[in-house]
């Protein structure tokens, strides 16, 4: 089988691109090396979003929340925000860091009910 010259050229520069370009190929759907906060989610001020994650901090005004994907979502609460705690009706005061925390919220409003999951 004889071979071309175009068809040696051809294959010359494609596998020189190949050896390039494989290297950040590989590196595509890996998370970045960088560090820093994780990524806080944004949304419109309209959206009803669900929240499900493990509580950071808590104040009177507010839970902190880090979503499964990394994210911090703060989550205002008022004087009328139902408080469960494993079922059970409970204060905020009853509420730690590390407390599981399962909720749909208005955007830009407080919630209106929170049930949180004691860990273990």
Do not use: C, W, Y
């Amino acid at each position: 089988m004889k071979v071309g010259s175009k068809t040696l050229v051809f294959a010359t520069l494609a596998s020189a691109l190949l050896a390039f370009a494989a290297p950040a190929l590989a590196d595509r759907g890996k998370p970045s090396e960088k560090s820093g906060p994780p990524p806080t989610t944004t949304v419109s001020h309209s959206a009803t979003i669900s929240v499900q994650g493990v509580v950071q901090s808590v104040s009177g005004s507010a839970v902190v929340v880090r979503q499964l994907d990394g994210s911090a979502v703060s989550v205002g609460i008022s004087r009328n925000t139902r408080i469960t705690v494993d079922g059970r009706p409970g204060k905020i005061s009853d509420v730690k860091p590390g407390f599981v925390l399962v909720t749909s919220v208005k955007v830009g409003q407080p919630a209106s009910a929170l049930r949180f999951l004691r860990p273990g």
